[in-house]
């Protein structure tokens, strides 16, 4: 009865999403989610938002809005990404459902069937998915402890002159925890300049930075308008209104927000009012120190355990910021089997495969240390170092 | 510098939300937007919700949560689907980001470029630029008093028998204001399984029927699981929370979800959480009660002034709910000639043009009698049926 469209067959469920079933027994310690830790939630402040909001701004509240999302909060954007050295006003913002839906509009502003885009090896799953409904070609370049590796870029893009973009994770990545140094970020604007290939930064994780200094993203050296930033509330403040953000040059805006407009009209009014009303009335950046403070405490509390824990031959990332920790065993295991005898012990993460473009890397898997409290994360590691130990040669 | 995708070139701004900036300035009667009535909005109720919620659900109600909606929800909207006689349950719906959501997944799940879609000639402008993105080839069917034609709908099936889909609003429709009369619902029922193209039916104003009868959607007389069904909150609690579902078999659901994991992971929680919170605690049915008990009194002031202010060659439906007349002049006329008239005249209604198709009808406009209080009613139509007297001949 029903034909459907011949992209129906390229929509592929998210692994993670689909090991999250296998997960649900809260007995398990999960090291698997991409969830921030709920406890710190600003809850009683939240709670009574709404309260203030429809006080203040009536039925206007819960009326349809603007496509480019409230005024408000995108001059609140502007002006907190000006200590990122980010200079963007109101009109090259468009808010966003989430950061996800940025990914998914930046595919379909750009991707025709069979072009290249090139992304880190491995990659942020959701986002190979959101590009994947537009069946290009996906190709990775290799990293290494300061990030993508710019020798390599540049090979790809001497091979793939006509590529639509490079998809950057460039802080605290999901899924490795590792962040591009300062010279490469320039050096990867240069390149996007001198091949004439946008970059598509998504920064999810950049205010999670657990060190004093800050974090200078890519848009920050951008003088060329080169540079599609995407970001979010959702790790620094909750997921669950799924309020996020692009910034770019005007032109770029207006055809991100006409998509949006045909998608789904506009984004949550409340919810952006919520945020706009939290940010005004609160300590955000008090807020945003509490949870580095505490995801600080658990990767020492995560790291410490796995070196006292984990065999000699497994190597792993040491995270500056962010959430995540990227574990290699060596080549000849496999992380899917490490994970089902994981389960048996009631440890879980997540396996690396998926975050490959190709699939075709199956000894690394992810960890997020931000979720469990640091008993459940030394119990964990425990146990997931007896399972290493039993599996893996050394 | 950006090389954007062929389908950059098909997606067009609404003509809709392009002429709302032109009627910003508040001293215009607006017959113009397609929102519904604010001050009707529950908002002392909805200013405590959120406190409820997140006293009973904690840190959950911020959080990440499941694609395919809150089981809750979907429950609720079952339990309610019932009195319209559609049996389903949570398993059959998705929960959207509004239906403008749904019908943007409906033209990824089914459109091919080239394909054939079938709708009502005038159809909804959201609609048609949700689907024109997947470059497809729409055709309208006429409409008279009791909907779109059955008669042309066959042929058009039998000159496109590959259709992908007959899109309808077969209640109250958005723009005409006219019902499809159960007879013909059942008819196209017929007509979809015979040529086996399913219907999607988008159906945002069922509720609001001003006779104390109910009107059965398509999806009632559905033993096939032919009819993809598309519901929202928008116009009977409030449309700035972007709440809507889809219903439909249990394999097409899973497409769909699929479908929005890739493009914006799930829809907002809390306010999901709201709309079961308002239903749960608060009389909805007795809200709706009230929005159709206003609505009806300036539907009747609205018709009223018309049959004593516009010219005799003038002709508009009757509509038996929802928000919206349409007007048809003499064919010499153009609406939007009108349209500007009428402006200088601080009166603002849509030109019709935009929701044909084909934009070859020029000669009718809508107008929504919902958003404005009774006196300016009465006044907006009196000025523009000063303007219609002048504009035209008679």
Redesign the interface.
């Known amino acids: 009865?029903?034909?459907?469209?011949?992209?129906?067959k390229l929509?592929?469920?998210?692994a993670i999403?689909e090991l999250a079933k296998l997960i649900q027994d809260p007995e398990i310690i999960s090291f698997a989610g991409?969830?921030?830790a709920?406890?710190l939630?600003p809850?009683?402040e939240?709670?009574?938002?709404?309260?203030h909001?429809?006080?203040k701004n009536?039925?206007?509240?819960?009326?349809?809005?603007a496509?480019e999302g409230l005024v408000e909060l995108r001059k609140i954007i502007a002006f907190r990404m000006k200590r990122f050295d980010v200079c963007c006003t109101e009109e090259n913002i468009l808010i966003?459902?989430?950061s996800?839906?940025g990914l998914?509009f930046s595919g379909?502003?750009?991707?025709?069937e069979g072009?290249v885009i090139i992304c880190e090896n491995p990659s942020y799953i959701?986002a190979l998915?959101?590009f994947?409904?537009?069946n290009p070609r996906i190709k990775g370049v290799s990293m290494d402890e300061n990030g993508m590796r710019m020798d390599e870029l540049e090979k790809t893009l001497q091979e793939y002159p006509?590529a639509?973009f490079i998809y950057t994770i460039p802080d605290f990545q999901n899924p490795t925890g590792v962040t591009l140094s300062p010279d490469r970020k320039q050096t990867m604007l240069k390149l996007s300049e001198q091949y004439?290939v946008?970059i598509i930064e998504d920064n999810p994780y950049l205010e999670l930075n657990f060190n004093d200094d800050i974090s200078y993203p890519i848009k920050s050296y951008d003088n060329?308008?080169?540079v599609i930033y995407l970001g979010s509330f959702?790790k620094t403040l909750?997921?669950?209104?799924?309020i996020g953000w692009i910034i770019a040059p005007k032109e770029?805006v207006r055809?991100y927000t006409?998509?949006k407009?045909?998608?789904?009209?506009?984004?949550?009014?409340?919810?952006q009012m919520e945020i706009v009303e939290y940010i005004s009335r609160y300590n955000y950046d008090g807020h945003i120190t509490e949870i580095k403070d505490l995801y600080r405490t658990r990767r020492n509390t995560m790291l410490k355990a796995m070196e006292s824990e984990f065999p000699a031959n497994v190597k792993w990332t040491k995270p500056k910021g962010g959430m995540f920790i990227w574990v290699t065993l060596e080549e000849s295991v496999n992380a899917t089997n490490i994970f089902n005898k994981a389960l048996e012990e009631k440890v879980a993460f997540i396996p690396g495969d998926s975050f490959f473009p190709d699939g075709n890397v199956s000894n690394c898997f992810r960890l997020n240390y931000v979720t469990m409290d640091e008993n459940r994360i030394v119990e964990g590691i425990k146990r997931l170092g007896q399972v290493l130990k039993k599996e893996v040669n050394e």
Do not use: W
Request: hydrophobic share 35%.
């Open positions: 009865m029903f034909n459907y469209s011949k992209r129906e929509i592929k469920p998210s999403r991409g969830m921030p709920p406890e939630f809850l009683p939240m709670a009574l938002l709404s309260n909001i429809i006080t009536g039925g206007k509240a819960l009326q349809y809005s496509t966003t459902n989430g996800q839906q998914a379909k502003l750009f991707i025709d072009d959701g998915n959101a994947r409904i537009f006509n639509k004439q946008p060329t308008g080169n959702s909750c997921p669950g209104l799924r770029v055809r006409l998509i407009q045909s998608v789904d009209l506009h984004t949550n009014t409340l919810s």
